[in-house]
């Protein structure tokens, strides 16, 4: 039985600008190129949907927030569906103020924006999200609470409201494989 022709043509594009757009960077004190990240939300959104555009948007969702990619960039590249669910996946720093000052305040706003989201726009952030968690789960296994350490905020119960908040805006999909590992992990991780 020969194999089926897929038409991948957007996803490997958007792959290839985000490989360019993270390149020579970091996932923060991991050891290992930032776009191994974006690639695991792609793995784990494949597992939701075959949507190319949702792909892509999984493939660039850092870009905007931590390169200098913007979204009139992303919406003349890949336009405006992908910019779309890219931008709603972005963290807003707060002017004026550091990370670590407004982290409540913007983690509050990205759950409930994530709450109000579309449904596209929250399998992205699943596929983001749960590619966290499991980075979370793997550094907690072998650091216990000195992992907290390695984040802006310090405070585990920080972290877990954030994560069981995270929880709750994305229950709408609760009957994908996805969003169970990201349930069983914050349980693990939070217990």
Known sequence: MANQKLDTGLLDRAILFAVRAHSGT????????YIVHPMEAVAIVATITSDQELLAAAALHDTIEDTDVTVDTLRAEFG???AGLVAEESDVLIEGQSEQE???????TAIDRLCGASHDAKIVALGDKLSNMRAIARDYAMQGDALWNLFHVKERSEHEWHYRGLARALKELEDTF??????????????
């Open 26 to 33: 970091e996932r923060r004190g991991k050891g290992f190129p």
């Open 80 to 82: 405006d569906r992908i």
């Open 102 to 108: 407004s982290w409540h305040e913007r983690k509050q």
């Open 178 to 191: 996805a969003y169970r590992e990201f349930s069983e992990l914050i349980n693990q991780v939070f217990a």
